[in-house]
């Protein structure tokens, strides 16, 4: 990310397809190809893994940080390969506008169930589970069991197979094969199809920007099968969860309910669970955004028999050694560090040591004391990337409509030299990202588009209708990609 330009961020749930959500068939195709006219050089995403309904489809909380979403596996990629007759794709109806999880998750996996029955396997199949079984033997059995116990917590499965005692696991293996193979087929899948699509990419040399999330759900495979890195008791109960403490957003902080890591445990096994997580991430991905990057530096504990985040403590994580080892094992380092928040002098010293690109976010830059705020564009880096806004945030057009106070608009005002009108504010505001001194500069297409809070993709602290705003084929007209593809050249991004 050393040489200047741009790109775009839309969460693949967010493409247009015929079949409720987003997925990597035709939609993607296409969005590469809008990418491709519209000079961009990036598509970033939010993370990739499965989702669930319990958990609102929040792609930040997920069942394994090793898997993708089977949700996303394409209906004509594999009506084109083969496994499904064409008369399977005729009876989803749904809005095309937003994304119904319920009513896409029972139709889907009534497909994949269909697919699955007449998969017949092969050296393929077979190469592909041999390649990945450092992940996805845990997680394919995992997924198993929970679906087999019906249970909320995996904490609550019988001891023997809670704490993994091998011949308890051995026969549930023997039980449940048939249900295993089934989610490595849902892997095989998705696999095939993002590798497909990245080589697509690749050869319009667009590079896809992931979310890696710092920290890992406790209902995961990661965690049962991986219990001696994360502070847990003896009954494999967290001891203390992860979070961030009071402060001018919130007054009881923030309790996110991640088990923490037990980083002494990390270091004396040279760091080996991260390291995988980091090359499977890499196999799949060009970029990773590491989410609340300051958690690698320093973490807010609370104990978890706390209700709020008040009560916590600062404790220190290993950072310098820590990506000392991930610098040796990825040459380059491919890693944007989330350092949005409070952040210390200490997770500057490791950003700036190890050379990362951190965010500056322009919606974030006209409070108080422009002139010093470390978001205008005036005061960016070369080596940072520079957003309008990110997932969490409003959109352009929203925050100018109902969040901007008068006195931030007259800041931003001052700034540009003119007074701007809301349907223009959002070409303002990309133009401002374009021409900042930055190498690199990623837009929601929300912003392209001009669009409102009505676009919002998550609101953080509210947890409905978060995640499921789509766009319309008919939003990617060539005038669009024409309009995007000349302010990004006259800043020289392309």
């Given amino acids: ?131 990945n079984s450092h992940w996805l033997d845990d997680y394919s059995i995992f997924a198993s069991l929970k679906r087999h116990y019906g249970l909320d917590s995996w904490a609550d499965w019988p001891e023997e197979i809670k704490h993994r005692h091998p ?140 209700t709020t985040a008040m009560n916590g403590r600062w404790r220190e994580a290993p950072a310098m050694d820590f990506l000392k080892v991930l610098a040796r094992q990825f040459p380059g380092l491919p890693v944007i560090a989330e350092d949005l928040g409070v952040i210390t002098p200490e997770v500057r010293e490791v950003i700036a040591h190890y050379d990362l690109p951190g965010m500056k976010v322009l919606l974030f830059a006209f409070g108080d004391e422009v002139a010093s705020n470390p978001f205008a564009p005036h005061n960016h880096v070369r080596n940072c990337v520079v957003y309008t806004g990110t997932h969490d945030n409003n959109t352009v057009r929203g925050w100018f409509d109902q969040e901007a106070l008068p006195e931030d608009k007259t800041r931003l005002f001052g700034y540009l030299g003119r007074s701007v009108a809301g349907e223009a504010i959002h070409w303002e505001m990309v133009r401002m990202a374009m021409g900042s001194v930055a190498d690199t500069v990623i837009i929601p297409i929300q912003d392209v588009l001009g669009l409102g809070s009505e676009a919002r993709m998550n609101r953080p602290g509210t947890t409905d209708g978060n995640w499921t705003w789509r766009l319309l084929d008919r939003q990617l007209t060539p005038e669009l990609s024409l309009k995007l593809r000349e302010v990004t050249e006259v800043f020289g991004r392309l």
């Fill in 167 to 306: 011949e308890a696991l051995s026969d549930m293996q023997d039980r449940l094969g048939l249900e295993t193979r089934y989610f490595k087929f849902l892997q095989y899948l998705y696999q095939k199809q993002w590798q497909r699509l990245r080589a697509y990419g690749r050869s319009k040399a667009i590079s896809i920007i992931g979310d890696l999330p710092i920290y890992v759900h406790y209902e995961s495979a990661d965690v049962w099968s991986n219990p001696r890195i994360f502070k847990l008791d003896e009954g494999k109960k967290p001891v203390a969860a992860a979070g961030v403490p009071p402060d001018y957003f919130s007054e009881t902080g923030q309790l996110w309910g991640n088990p923490v890591y037990d980083w002494q445990v990390l270091a004396q096994e040279g760091y080996g669970w991260w390291i995988k997580r980091l090359r499977r991430a890499l196999e799949l991905l060009d970029f990773v955004r590491i989410d609340h990057f300051r958690g690698l530096v320093a973490y807010w504990e609370v104990g978890a028999q706390e």
């Fill in 1 to 131: 990310m050393k040489t200047r330009a741009s790109g775009i961020l839309l969460h693949v749930t967010s493409l247009p397809s015929s079949f409720g959500i987003g997925d990597l068939g035709p939609g993607a195709y296409r969005f590469m190809d809008f990418l491709e006219e519209a000079g961009q050089a990036y598509w970033q995403m939010l993370p990739l893994h499965p989702t669930e309904l319990r958990h609102r489809n929040s792609p930040y909380h997920s069942e394994s940080a090793f898997a993708g979403n089977p949700l996303l596996i394409s209906p004509e990629l594999l009506l084109e390969s083969g496994l499904l007759p064409e008369a399977d794709l005729d009876d989803f109806a749904g809005p095309a506008d937003r994304v119904d999880y319920a009513r896409v998750e029972k139709w889907k996996q009534g497909l994949f169930r269909k697919c699955f029955e007449q998969f017949q396997g092969g050296y393929e199949f077979d190469a592909f589970c041999s390649e």
